[in-house]
C-alpha cells in the first residue's frame, strides 16, 4: 500500500502564491501517476492536476497556466504551483496515485486507489 502525504496548504488572499507537496512512500513504480483533486464544501471531488506516469502532465481549465506540476529531485515527491489563486480555489486539496491510471481515466477520482490526508487551501476576497 502506497502512502500519500500532502502538506504545503493555508489561507492566502486573491492573487496570491501557494505551494502544495506530496510524497508517496511505499512501493510505488516509475509509471506510477499522482494527480490532485480538490473538494469545496458541498460541492463534488473534481479534478486539479496529473502527472501521468511521471511523464506528462494534465490540467483542468479551471486551473491552466495558474498551476502546474513538477517533480522534486526525490522522485517520489511531486509539487502542485498554485499562482494567481482566487477565492474560488478555495477548497480542500487531495492528493492521489495509482499505478494502472490509463490517460483517458486519468480525470477520474475513482480510478484512483491511494489517496493522501487532504490540506485545505483557503483564498480570501
Known amino acids: 500500500q502506497v502512502r500519500l502525504v500532502e502538506s504545503g496548504g493555508g489561507s492566502v488572499q486573491t492573487g496570491a502564491s501557494l505551494r502544495l507537496s506530496c510524497t508517496a512512500s511505499?512501493?510505488?513504480?516509475?509509471?506510477?501517476?499522482i494527480s490532485w483533486f480538490r473538494q469545496a464544501p458541498g460541492k463534488e471531488r473534481e479534478f486539479v492536476a496529473a502527472f501521468w506516469r511521471g511523464r506528462t502532465t494534465y490540467y483542468a481549465d479551471s486551473v491552466k497556466g495558474r498551476f502546474s506540476m513538477s517533480r522534486g529531485s526525490a522522485r517520489n515527491t511531486v509539487y502542485l504551483q498554485m499562482d494567481s489563486l482566487k477565492p474560488d480555489d478555495t477548497a480542500i486539496y487531495y492528493c492521489a496515485g495509482d499505478s494502472g491510471v490509463i490517460l483517458s481515466s486519468v480525470r477520474g477520482h475513482k480510478n484512483y486507489d491511494d489517496w493522501g490526508q487532504g490540506t485545505q487551501v483557503t483564498v480570501s476576497s
Open positions: 511505499g512501493p510505488t513504480v516509475s509509471y506510477y501517476t
